[in-house]
């Protein structure tokens, strides 16, 4: 099945950068399609990044030309790359993988533990 862990939150200003982290165990980052999801406190998990097996890359619209999402797969690593922070962007990030991409929470049967990101104004 495999392992995702996450890392790289933190709490930044406004304005500010974090780059996330999702390392995979147990399976080859780049054969799945690799996801960022995010879930605020009281609502629902939402979907941010991610990127296919063929490197194709989706954003959500809210963080479109502020986040990026890349793959290393030497170290079979996947980033997400989140500048011009706003306290919206505040939430806890998670990272999933599943065989082909959808925009569907529930479709990821893989997911890590999470990292917090937390922006104040």
């Known amino acids: 099945q495999g392992q995702l862990v996450e890392s790289g939150g933190g709490s930044v200003q406004a304005g500010g950068s974090l780059r996330l982290s999702c390392t995979a165990s147990?399976?080859?980052?780049?054969?799945?399609?690799m996801a960022w999801f995010r879930q605020a406190p009281g609502k629902e998990r939402e979907g941010v990044a991610r990127i296919s097996a063929a490197g194709i890359n989706t954003l959500h619209d809210s963080v479109k030309g502020r986040f990026t999402i890349s793959r290393d797969n030497a170290k079979n690593t996947v980033y997400l790359q989140m500048n011009s922070l706003k306290p919206e962007d505040t939430a806890m990030y998670y990272c999933?993988?599943?065989?082909?991409?959808?925009?569907?929470?529930?479709?990821?049967?893989?997911w890590g533990q999470g990292t917090q990101v937390t922006v104040s104004s």
């Open positions: 999933a993988a599943r065989s082909l991409c959808t925009s569907s929470v529930s479709a990821y049967g893989l």
């Open positions: 147990g399976f080859t980052a780049s054969s799945r399609c």
